[in-house]
T-cell receptor, first 118, second 112 residues
Framework: AQTVTQSQPEMSVQEAETVTLSCTYD???????LFWYKQPPSRQMILVIR??????QNATENRFSVNFQKAAKSFSLKISDSQLGDTAMYFC???????????????FGKGTKLSVIP | ETGVTQTPRHLVMGMTNKKSLKCEQH?????MYWYKQSAKKPLELMFV???????ENNSVPSRFSPECPNSSHLFLHLHTLQPEDSALYLC???????????FGPGTRLLVL
């Protein structure tokens, strides 16, 4: 079974600074998808970024980028120019790319609570 | 309404009550999911439906009963719950398996 570990329960960053959230995962599979989701306080969980394991290029979405290290099974999220609206819980998640039972299952980490300080 | 909606947003119920949670997706997706989010624990997948057919029941107690009348609607019927069932219940949908899942705002459930 796959596991996802987020080793930083809480982090804080000054507004306009850069912060990196860590995520490691354990799998024996070669093809899979990785995700970062953001859940603001009392608000909807939304997708931040998605990475296909077969792609060597790191995914980016505006101020959000990932550092995907497949061999190390590491998938960190970098937030540049942090804004107050970035304050949220951030969840790293894994999904197998193989068809069959459980292929749709998202395995989540426990999350990192990020606070952006004015 | 756009995206994935859930009602009610908050629910308080006694252990002998029967209630239902509703989820509706406006994205034209074919797969729908129920998740449970408890404090200090990772999200737990409860049920999966694909084209209205249940494809997964992750060892969920029978006091939780899902219903999917069509690809746009998903219900979670609750009866004789326990206080430890208090949590945020999230609904999600995706175009198909291995596609990105989009989440609703959740129903915050408190069982007294």
């Amino acid at each position: 079974a796959q596991t996802v570990t987020q080793s930083q329960p809480e982090m804080s960053v000054q507004e306009a600074e850069t912060v990196t959230l860590s995520c490691t995962y354990d799998t024996s599979e070669n093809n899979y998808y990785l995700f970062w989701y953001k859940q603001p306080p009392s608000r909807q969980m939304i997708l931040v970024i998605r990475q296909e394991a077969y792609k060597q290029q790191n995914a980016t979405e505006n101020r959000f980028s990932v550092n995907f290290q497949k061999a190390a099974k590491s998938f960190s999220l970098k937030i540049s120019d942090s804004q107050l609206g970035d304050t949220a819980m951030y969840f790293c998640a894994f999904m197998s790319a193989y068809s069959g039972a459980g292929s749709y299952q998202l395995t989540f980490g426990k999350g990192t609570k990020l606070s952006v300080i004015p | 309404e756009t995206g994935v909606t859930q009602t009610p947003r908050h629910l308080v119920m006694g252990m002998t009550n029967k209630k239902s949670l509703k989820c509706e997706q406006h994205l034209g997706h074919n797969a729908m999911y129920w998740y449970k989010q408890s404090a200090k624990k990772p999200l737990e997948l409860m049920f999966v439906y694909n084209f209205k057919e249940q494809t997964e029941n992750n060892s969920v107690p029978s006091r939780f009963s899902p219903e999917c009348p069509n690809s746009s609607h998903l219900f979670l019927h609750l009866h004789t719950l326990q206080p430890e069932d208090s949590a945020l219940y999230l609904c999600a949908s995706s175009q198909g398996f291995q596609e990105t899942q989009y989440f609703g705002p959740g129903t915050r459930l408190l069982v007294l």
